[in-house]
């Protein structure tokens, strides 16, 4: 049995020799709980942004965990929960350079999988 050594990048499908720092998942938790038959009537989603019946609503960040006696950060990419209100106004200021330090802190709940 051969092993490779590294891993292979989903992002631009290149092998890279060092350990990979940056995990995520393409869709939050509730959307793997649909029937793969009803995501596209029921979800409006790119890889950002997710909609579930105009009930659910959820945008995809980053936790970044510094790695001790390193430059790298290890990252989970994940999905997180917000209302309505706040879906829409993250939504509309979406393209908007700095949006970061002009919206103030929303709640939302951890919807990945770790």
Known sequence: MTFQKGYTCACC??????????YGSPAPALWFSLAPEERDERCLMNEELCVID???YFVRGCIEIPVIDSEDTFI???WVSL???NFKRTYL???????????????GWLSTSL
């Open 13 to 22: 499908g290149n092998v890279h020799e060092e350990l990979p720092l940056s």
């Open 93 to 107: 200021n979406w393209e908007e350079e700095g949006r970061e330090k002009e919206l103030e802190p929303m709640f």
């Open 83 to 85: 209302s309505k209100e």
């Open 54 to 56: 105009d009930e659910h």
């Open 76 to 78: 989970w990419n994940v």
